[in-house]
């Protein structure tokens, strides 16, 4: 579900003044659940997906990327063109792609996200050292603690179950 991390979000449920009681309480909840810029597009892009429209759901995906590098909905767009790409056998492209990303948006939370993002294809090609790498790359450069705190646990388990490194991945860990 691409909104599954906005918080307060109660997805299918029908709300009216009366469920709520007042006219005042639930013009309150739905200023407080009013999209986030970006979702309404995600939204529709993420229902081509579902019914199996790869080929057009990879430029809607593109689309919302573009238009909300710096809100939730680009980077989640972000990883659906990940999925979208690999359902049409191009995952070979992926990680030209978020290199693409990271360099385009550089200096927006699109393209932090994206360099995050590319340690788990390292990950995926059995570039063991490079994830470890491109990890360390994101938590020497990140300001996003968020991501670096994810880096920080994808080192520790890099190293203690991909490179055979215990000792190193507990002090990530």
Do not use: C, H
Request: without cysteine; charged residues 25%.
């Amino acid at each position: 579900n691409p909104r599954g991390q906005i918080a307060g979000d109660i997805i299918g449920m029908q709300l009216s003044k009366a469920s709520i009681g007042s006219s005042k309480g639930l013009d309150a909840l739905e200023a407080a659940s009013a999209p986030e810029p970006g979702m309404p597009a995600l939204d529709a892009a993420y229902r081509l997906y579902v019914d199996g429209k790869y080929v057009e759901t990879l430029p809607a995906f593109e689309a919302v990327v573009a238009g909300y590098p710096d809100k939730f909905a680009g980077r989640r767009a972000l990883v659906f063109v990940e999925r979208t790409l690999d359902k049409l056998g191009r995952s070979n492209e992926i990680l030209a792609r978020l290199n693409t990303a990271s360099a385009s948006y550089s200096g927006k939370a699109l393209g932090r996200f994206a360099e995050a993002r590319r340690v788990y294809q390292y990950l995926g090609q059995g570039r063991y050292q490079d994830a470890a790498t491109q990890a360390t790359e994101v938590v020497r450069l990140n300001d996003d603690t968020t991501l670096v705190k994810f880096a920080l646990y994808d080192l520790g388990s890099i190293y203690w179950y991909y490179i055979g490194d215990t000792r190193t991945g507990e002090q990530y860990y």
